[in-house]
């Protein structure tokens, strides 16, 4: 839970991994529970449940998957009742259209830090009737968290006395 993650996280075998308010990379393999979060790599995973989250890469996810209220660029599929965002305008508009619309594209939708406009937080909501992505949902991001935070765990090895050398920061 809000946490902000660099490197691929993989499952294998019966286990499975719980993310909220998270800024994810690539995921891959099976049973995850995704709620509230940012994925910023394609995810790679099956029978796993996402939700109230925002895709930034454009993803097509298997039908093993469950997934509500989220926020994807166009192109990506196997999202249901999800929003397909544009990331570019259409080239070629229907001049004779009566009402032609203008669409939001995927770059209008968000500030600085993953936050998302007034309009988008306002407009695309998740099951719970908070914005999607990490500021919304039960534990919304927090830059200043009330828990303690690892910023750093070094792991030298063990001793001449069998034990393990270990040296956390934490603030």
Request: one cysteine or more; hydrophobic letters at 30%; aromatic letters at 10%.
């Amino acid at each position: 839970m809000n946490s902000y993650i660099k490197t691929e996280v993989g499952v294998r075998g019966n286990s499975s991994v719980t993310c909220i308010n998270s800024v994810l990379p690539k995921l891959t393999g099976s049973t995850f529970d995704v709620q509230n979060c940012i994925l910023t790599g394609t995810p790679s995973f099956t029978k796993s449940i996402i939700k109230n989250s925002i895709i930034y890469v454009v993803t097509a996810l298997d039908n093993t998957n469950n997934t509500s209220n989220c926020l994807v660029k166009d192109g990506s599929s196997g999202f249901t009742n999800s929003w397909y965002v544009k990331t570019e305008p259409d080239p070629n508009p229907d001049p004779w259209a009566e009402d032609p619309e203008t669409p939001v594209l995927w770059d209008e939708l968000f500030g600085e830090d993953y936050h998302l406009t007034d309009a988008a937080a306002a407009t695309y909501l998740g099951t719970d009737g908070t914005q999607v992505g990490i500021y919304g949902g039960a534990y919304p991001w927090n830059e200043t968290p009330d828990y303690p935070l690892v910023k750093n765990l070094e792991v030298k090895g063990i001793n001449e006395n069998g034990k393990l050398q270990v040296k956390i920061n934490v603030e």
